[in-house]
């Protein structure tokens, strides 16, 4: 084996050096590309919301639990069932809600990407008591479940 000169182990260096760099811009656009379809939504519970409707004076807004459900994905996602757990866990027993005031039409709808909605409830259309604890969960049409965190509604 012949000697190695200096060049040649600089030459080596720099040749590992973009090997890995290559590999990390593959690892990193392949990440991006990912992320960019990977279905994520956010949802979150806001009790004790009011509800302007135009028109109408500031001491008349009708009261409301406001649900903000933002789509963080590359492509539109379209919600098929959305449904209040009480409790802490999942098995305690809920209500599916078929129709949220503040959508367009009832059952099924469309969040366009990198877009929200803010549907909500009026107390009275859910049985609830004070300090009830709830989480809010939506099905999308490619089956995954997303979920709120741990509220209380109706705090004094």
Do not use: C
Request: proline share 6%; no cysteine; hydrophobic share 45%.
């Amino acid at each position: 084996m012949p000697d190695q000169t200096t060049l040649d182990v600089v030459t080596a260096v720099v040749a590992g050096y973009a090997a890995a760099v290559a590999t990390a811009g593959v690892a990193v656009q392949g990440a991006t590309w990912w992320r960019g379809w990977a279905t994520r939504v956010k949802v979150a519970v806001r009790p004790g919301m009011k509800v302007a409707t135009p028109g109408t004076p500031v001491t008349d807004h009708e009261d409301a639990i406001i649900f903000e459900i933002v789509n963080h994905s590359g492509h539109d996602v379209k919600i098929v069932t959305f449904w209040l757990a009480r409790g802490w866990r999942r098995k305690r027993g809920g209500w599916a809600i078929p129709w949220l005031r503040g959508v367009p039409a009832p059952g099924q709808f469309t969040i366009p990407a990198r877009d929200a909605v803010t549907p909500y409830l009026s107390p009275e259309d859910v049985e609830m008591t004070r300090g009830m604890a709830v989480r809010a969960y939506v099905k999308t049409s490619d089956g995954r479940v997303f979920r709120s965190r741990r509220t209380r509604l109706l705090q004094s």
